[in-house]
């Protein structure tokens, strides 16, 4: 398909074999389509991707990796924490998913016993998927938190916890 393009202009440079090379590999090879997932990260969960008539739903489908943070940029956790203080209003648990492409999944957050938030996220085409939830937390809100990732069966596909705890006083020097 560039072949034309080349013979006319005469112009084949070491960018246009490599483009031609990668395209081959990718069509031959199916990781057209993983690119293309790839990319479809990008769009928000709720467009709907014409090539796709019905969600896919993959058996293999996991949590990559889980972590507790107190801000997301670019799409990633800002830092890793188990640990909060009450000074800290707002934290946030970022979910890397794989092969859940097409399902429903929720971030259910818990404390005390008691269900105080529930985020659901309809997961895109793409083999990888980042999704966040965050949590503005009260003060006298300190103890055991947990989270847990349910898909749209109601099945736990992981769960992380973390404690939030007593502000400390700043000392005055």
Same mark, same amino acid.
């Given at each position: 398909?560039?072949?034309?393009?080349?013979?006319?202009?005469?112009?084949?440079?070491?960018?246009?074999?490599?483009?031609?090379?990668?395209?081959?590999?990718?069509?031959?090879?199916?990781?057209?389509?993983?690119?293309?997932?790839?990319?479809?990260?990008?769009?928000?969960?709720?467009?709907? &991707?014409?090539? =796709?008539?019905?969600? $896919?739903?993959?058996?293999? /489908?996991?949590? !990559? %990796?889980?972590?507790?943070? *107190?801000?997301?940029?670019?799409?990633?956790?800002?830092?890793?924490?188990?640990?909060?203080?009450?000074?800290?209003?707002?934290?946030?648990?970022?979910?890397?998913?794989?092969?859940?492409?097409?399902?429903?999944?929720?971030?259910?957050?818990?404390? &005390?016993?008691? =269900?105080?938030?529930? $985020?659901?996220?309809?997961? /895109?085409?793409? !083999? %990888?998927?980042?999704?966040? *939830?965050?949590?503005?937390?009260?003060?006298?809100?300190?103890?055991?938190?947990?989270?847990?990732?349910?898909?749209?069966?109601?099945?736990?596909?992981?769960?992380?916890?973390?404690?939030?705890?007593?502000?400390?006083?700043?000392?005055?020097?």
């Amino acid at each position: 398909m560039f072949a034309p393009y080349f013979v006319s202009t005469g112009r084949i440079t070491r960018n246009t074999v490599l483009t031609l090379l990668v395209s081959a590999v990718m069509s031959t090879s199916g990781l057209a389509d993983t690119v293309e997932g790839m990319a479809s990260e990008a769009k928000a969960a709720t467009t709907p &991707d014409p090539a =796709v008539a019905s969600p $896919v739903v993959h058996e293999a /489908g996991r949590i !990559a %990796r889980a972590v507790f943070t *107190s801000a997301i940029i670019d799409r990633e956790p800002a830092d890793t924490l188990d640990t909060f203080s009450a000074d800290i209003s707002r934290v946030f648990f970022f979910t890397d998913l794989r092969g859940l492409g097409g399902q429903i999944v929720t971030h259910r957050w818990e404390y &005390d016993g008691q =269900v105080m938030a529930e $985020v659901t996220f309809k997961v /895109g085409a793409g !083999a %990888r998927w980042r999704v966040y *939830s965050s949590k503005n937390l009260l003060p006298e809100w300190t103890g055991a938190w947990k989270v847990m990732v349910n898909n749209e069966s109601g099945e736990t596909l992981h769960a992380s916890t973390f404690e939030y705890v007593v502000a400390t006083p700043a000392v005055a020097e």
